[in-house]
Nanobody, 115 residues
Framework: QVQLVESGGGLVQAGGSLRLSCTASGSAFSIAAMGWYRQASGEQRELVATITSGGRTNYADSVKGRFTISRDNAKNTVYLQMNSLKPEDTAVYYC?????????WGRGTQVTVSS
């Protein structure tokens, strides 16, 4: 069982920045793919960004150039730096851990962007 704890959400004005963090328990973090997903009210959960164990990244078109995903294997932590935030970025952001058939989710952290 892997536990994921997100932090860093909050309320920010449009154009502002936030950095989300997600720390994983256990010893498999460095070989897992990690990702950030988000779910706005009344919407389906969608991919925001992923990063492989080797550091290869992938982003949703809507956040390219504004968000950056990174990882620190020594701290078992994945980050999401969010710049130039827009009201449409408002959602609950979830951290994901994926390794072979293992798939775990955090409880989420709320990000609210005011216009």
């Amino acid at each position: 069982q892997v536990q994921l704890v997100e932090s860093g959400g909050g309320l920010v004005q449009a154009g502002g920045s936030l950095r989300l963090s997600c720390t994983a328990s256990g010893s498999a973090f460095s070989i897992a793919a990690m990702g950030w997903y988000r779910q706005a009210s009344g919407e389906q959960r969608e991919l925001v960004a992923t990063i492989t164990s080797g550091g290869r990244t992938n982003y949703a078109d809507s956040v390219k150039g504004r968000f950056t995903i990174s990882r620190d294997n020594a701290k078992n932590t994945v980050y999401l730096q969010m710049n130039s935030l827009k009201p449409e970025d408002t959602a609950v952001y979830y951290c994901n851990f994926a390794l072979a058939t293992l798939n775990y989710w955090g409880r989420g952290t709320q990000v609210t962007v005011s216009s």
